[in-house]
């Protein structure tokens, strides 16, 4: 018997941003902007940068997209399935403030 347990990362942004493996200080993020539609279906499809981290919930709708502008972190950007997309922007953009 197979059993799977799916449950919703939760997401907590103080002075980093922490989401399943994901925990990357603020200070090292650009500015964190929400996808839908069209363009969020090409960012998680033929879009994605191998060098992204990313947390993607097919059944979410929406995400953001955060660069990474440490230039010592090899990761290009973060992509991340959110409801609440407006809102986690804008608690990522509101430190970078």
Same mark, same amino acid.
């Given at each position: 018997?197979?059993?799977?347990?799916?449950?919703?990362?939760?997401?907590?942004?103080?002075?980093?941003?922490?989401?399943?493996?994901?925990?990357?200080?603020?200070?090292?993020?650009?500015?964190?902007? /929400?996808?839908?539609?069209?363009?969020? =279906?090409?960012?998680?499809?033929?879009?994605?940068? @191998?060098? $992204?981290?990313? &947390? %993607?919930? /097919?059944?979410?709708?929406?995400?953001? =997209?955060?660069?990474?502008?440490?230039?010592?972190? @090899?990761? $290009?950007?973060? &992509? %991340?399935?959110?409801?609440?997309?407006?809102?986690?922007?804008?608690?990522?953009?509101?430190?970078?403030?």
């Amino acid at each position: 018997m197979l059993l799977s347990i799916f449950s919703a990362a939760t997401i907590r942004v103080d002075e980093n941003i922490r989401v399943g493996r994901i925990n990357v200080p603020l200070s090292a993020l650009g500015e964190a902007v /929400g996808l839908e539609g069209e363009q969020m =279906k090409m960012e998680r499809g033929p879009g994605l940068s @191998p060098a $992204a981290q990313f &947390l %993607i919930r /097919g059944d979410i709708k929406s995400m953001i =997209k955060v660069p990474v502008i440490d230039p010592n972190d @090899p990761t $290009a950007y973060l &992509l %991340i399935s959110t409801r609440k997309p407006s809102e986690l922007a804008g608690a990522i953009n509101a430190y970078r403030g």
